[in-house]
């Protein structure tokens, strides 16, 4: 089958925006994460500090062992997954970007429309740090919480 090259210009542009797509419907995704979980992580972090609640021992060493066994289920399965997703629809995106000429000179304009880094998308050169940074984030809110756990108890005393 002979395409001509206005159709694979079509082609590729309704290919880029599908993935453009898929890439902002992931982002969503871990971003809705994040944020609820650290929300929930310092609220609970505030109630328990400001309240009249003490642990003993045991409750709380089950309080965190139940969340260092989220934060690894939500790392190790839901992100990965995510992050997975994530850099395949970036690598795919960005050679179809190349095809396009997005990092070419003199394809659609006298410079390269993006920066040649880009091209990198999805792959381990890539520069995006939007997961780890999430990660970072969910860390420190489950840490504050551990902290304000310990805080509550004997177990440190």
């Known amino acids: 089958m002979n395409i001509n090259d206005d159709k694979k210009v079509d082609v590729l542009l309704s290919a880029l925006e599908e993935r ?19 929300g929930i992580f310092f609220a609970a972090s505030g109630w328990l500090f400001q309240s009249d ?15 260092t066994i989220l934060i690894l289920v939500l790392f190790k399965t839901y992100m990965k997954d995510l992050e997975k997703g994530f850099k395949g629809q970036q690598t795919v995106a960005a050679k179809i970007e190349n095809e396009l000429g997005f990092y070419t000179e003199g394809v659609l304009s006298e410079k390269q429309l993006y920066p040649s880094s880009w091209r990198d998308a999805g792959t381990d050169k890539g520069e995006g740090k939007y997961f780890d940074t999430n990660r970072k984030l969910l860390l420190v809110g489950a840490i504050a919480l551990a902290l304000t756990i310990l805080s509550k108890g004997s177990l440190l005393f």
């Open 20 to 38: 453009y797509s898929a890439i902002h419907k992931i982002r969503s995704r871990l971003q809705n994460l994040s944020i609820w979980a650290l």
């Open 53 to 67: 609640v003490y642990f003993q021992k045991h409750e709380q060493v089950t309080l965190l062992v139940g969340l």
